[in-house]
């Protein structure tokens, strides 16, 4: 499998930088975004981005705002909800807008690559299977 | 302090002496007033009908007297008339009309004489020597020559005895002639004699000059024997009518009261007088007054006990419900400065995250770079491992003790709202998947259909079962397992039944799970506040949480909430 590509969006810079640090040790191509704004801006340039690591709280656009744009453009795209303040209420209404998984902070960096893997396999195979589905659309296009 | 406590004394003594003030004001005062007023309406009464019966005693004997009198008066004229002057001269005759008169009345006539114009006695009848007496210088002669009939008052006259007499005069030729009779004193005593009632009550008469012509009972009355003064003031008074009753209270020679009741007899020429002393005439009343006052005494001793035993009840009461009042406040002073201390908290708890999750991320740094093989052969390596790891461990420690405190301090959605229970559980369910699944933990739901909604706090509700099915994961994290997670309806309660195959809770522990801060996680994993939270929550709402496990084979909590009254499915 290729390694998975992430994007990390937290206004926290210094976490932000250790963290890609952390990742990219660990094969992971990362991107970065301080906020949700950023983040948009990020996945239009990057759209095979397979997982989003969202910070909740943040100053200007908040990660729950961010994850609605993020699966009304790329609903293909994961999302791990990342949250210095975990709510039983704000993760619920996370999962509801589709995200994959939540994490609390500070995390524990094999719990976090496992739930990225598993987005991104997910993920992968929704792709996979779209384009089978097209790919079978197309041929039976063709048989017709 | 000690001020505090005098002045609260102070203010308890003020109201006990007001409550008991009140009381017995309100008591007391009516009391008295309905008391006074009853007893001087009743003494009016009585005395009114005290002396409207000695009026009437005193009017009826009155008659009797008037009648006695008129009755002799009507014998004699009715001989003189008959049988004239020369048949009654004849002293036979005479005697035997006094028998025939003795023979009627008894010894009520005691003789019978005639008297001729010059005052000598000319025929007698009778038990004395008094043939031939003279009476022209008697006074009662003197009155009988001037008046046809005349009754004389009682004198001791000739033979020395209390008598008096009854005469009738006529005339023949020109000279007057009297008929005379003496009237028995013993007999016509009698009948003022047995006026008498109570132990002071007696009767007497008296002429104009005030002297007496029947002789009272007197011995035991001797010293209350009326003055003339006391009786003249009647005899004086004979402008209105003559049958008039009059009714005079006066002190005697030794201050003591007397009740006198007087009428004239014999067209005013005597006076009937019954004397009574007012302490005997009103014996019963003044006995009832005794017992009123009695009662009177009793009722406000009463009155007074109650109040003092009330005031203090009440005060006790008050002063208990300050202290429980005193105590509420500071209970909410408390909670509004635990309140406080909760945001103040979580504010700073919410900062703290960030730099602590930048700090174990560092920390994760320094532990990936030593994996390095240029670290590898540094001798300081294991060491720099511990430390890095106890970083991380304190860190995560960190993060769990800023997580509850957040949960802890944070404002839940109280809001009271209706709430199926199955859908909430399917969303934590939900939430929980992907946990259960890198643990390898299987959920297995069991909800019963068509239960009623429950009308409480949703955000209260998913924190409860939450914290049980992260317990309950937490549990089984090592070695996987099966959660079991049922609901079903029992009488008017919605249970819901989470049960483990984790490691359980050993015995010891289970009667202390409930407690705050107490917690068998390994560091940094737990905070011991979790279950407490839940055990308040449920305990809010009028529901149960019960617990039961086995060391290794697992653990099962029964959650009870009631459903509220028309709720039913």
Redesign the interface.
């Known amino acids: 499998m290729m390694p998975p590509f992430v994007m990390l969006v937290d206004d926290e810079a210094p976490f932000v930088k250790t963290m890609t640090k952390r990742l990219t040790k660990r094969n992971l191509e990362v991107e970065t975004a301080l906020g949700g704004q950023e983040a948009l801006d990020t996945l239009d340039k990057h759209r095979n981005i397979d997982v989003v690591i969202l910070d909740v709280k943040m100053p200007g656009m908040d990660g729950i705002e961010t994850l609605q744009r993020i699966k009304t453009s790329y609903p293909l795209t994961e999302v791990i909800m990342l949250t210095a303040y975990a709510t039983v209420e704000s993760a619920i209404e996370g999962m509801k807008l589709g995200a994959f998984d939540y994490l609390m902070k500070p995390c524990d960096m094999e719990q976090l690559m496992g739930k990225v893997i598993e987005a991104t396999r997910k993920k992968r195979n929704h792709e996979d299977k779209i384009r089978e589905a097209q790919v079978k659309e197309v041929l039976s296009k063709h048989g017709a | 302090m000690a001020n505090l406590e005098q002045l609260s004394n102070s203010y308890y003594r003020l109201l006990t002496r007001n409550i008991i003030l009140t009381i017995i004001s309100v008591s007391i005062i009516p009391l008295i007033l309905v008391s006074i007023t009853i007893y001087y309406q009743f003494r009016t009464s009585y005395h009114e009908k005290v002396y409207a019966h000695l009026c009437e005693l005193v009017h009826k004997h009155k008659q009797n007297i008037d009648g006695f009198l008129s009755e002799k008066l009507g014998d004699i004229r009715f001989l003189a008339n008959s049988f004239g002057l020369d048949k009654l001269s004849d002293e036979s005759f005479l005697q035997d009309r006094l028998a025939a008169l003795q023979k009627n009345y008894g010894p009520v006539f005691v003789d019978l004489g005639i008297i001729n114009n010059e005052g000598e006695q000319i025929a007698y009848a009778g038990p004395f020597k008094l043939a031939k007496a003279n009476y022209s210088d008697a006074e009662w002669y003197l009155q009988a020559v001037r008046n046809q009939y005349f009754i004389s008052d009682v004198f001791l006259g000739l033979r020395g005895l209390p008598h008096f007499i009854v005469t009738v005069r006529d005339t023949r030729k020109g000279q007057n002639w009297i008929l005379r009779a003496t009237i028995d004193f013993v007999a016509f005593n009698t009948l003022v004699e047995n006026i008498h009632i109570g132990q002071t009550g007696f009767a007497f008469i008296v002429n104009k000059e005030g002297k007496l012509q029947t002789t009272p009972i007197t011995k035991p009355f001797l010293d209350i024997l009326p003055g003339k003064i006391i009786y003249k003031d009647f005899l004086n008074d004979q402008t209105s009518d003559p049958n008039e009753i009059r009714v005079s209270v006066k002190p005697d020679s030794k201050n003591r009261k007397n009740i006198y009741v007087a009428s004239f007899l014999k067209n005013g020429d005597w006076l009937l007088v019954y004397q009574q002393r007012a302490a005997d005439a009103f014996a019963d009343l003044n006995k009832t007054f005794k017992i009123t006052t009695i009662l009177m005494l009793l009722g406000p001793l009463g009155v007074v006990i109650m109040a003092f035993t009330l005031s203090r009840m009440i005060v006790n009461r008050i002063a208990r419900a300050d202290t429980e009042k005193q105590l509420m406040n500071e209970k909410v002073v408390e909670a509004g400065k635990l309140a406080s201390v909760g945001e103040l908290a979580a504010g700073v708890a919410?900062e703290i995250?960030?730099p602590?999750?930048?700090?174990?991320?560092?920390a994760?740094?320094m532990g990936?770079l030593l994996e390095e093989e240029e670290f590898q052969e540094s001798k300081n390596l294991a060491e720099f491992k511990k430390s890095i790891g106890q970083i991380q461990t304190q860190?995560?420690r960190c993060?769990q003790i800023t997580?509850k405190l957040?949960?802890f301090a944070?404002r839940t959605?109280g809001s009271v709202q209706d709430v199926d229970i199955n859908d909430m559980l399917e969303?934590l369910v939900?939430?929980s998947a992907?946990r259960a699944k890198?643990s390898m933990v299987e959920i297995q739901p069991d909800y019963q259909e068509n239960l009623p909604c429950l009308k409480f706090s949703l955000?209260e509700l998913?924190?409860v079962f939450?914290n049980i099915i992260n317990n309950a994961i937490d549990a089984m994290e090592k070695n996987g397992g099966q959660l079991k997670i049922s609901s079903r309806r029992k009488d008017n309660y919605i249970v819901v039944e989470i049960s483990d195959t984790g490691t359980g809770i050993p015995e010891a522990n289970l009667s202390r799970i409930f407690d705050p801060f107490f917690t068998t996680k390994p560091i940094g994993k737990g905070t011991g506040l979790g279950l407490s939270i839940c055990y308040g929550i449920i305990d809010k709402m009028g529901g149960k949480i019960r617990c039961k496990s086995s060391v290794d084979v697992g653990t099962t909590f029964w959650v009870s909430i009631p459903i509220q009254a028309g709720n039913g499915p």
């Open positions: 919410h995250n960030n602590v999750a930048i700090m174990v991320e560092e994760g740094w990936d860190g995560k993060k997580h957040l949960s944070r959605d969303e939900a939430l992907q890198y955000s998913q924190q939450f």
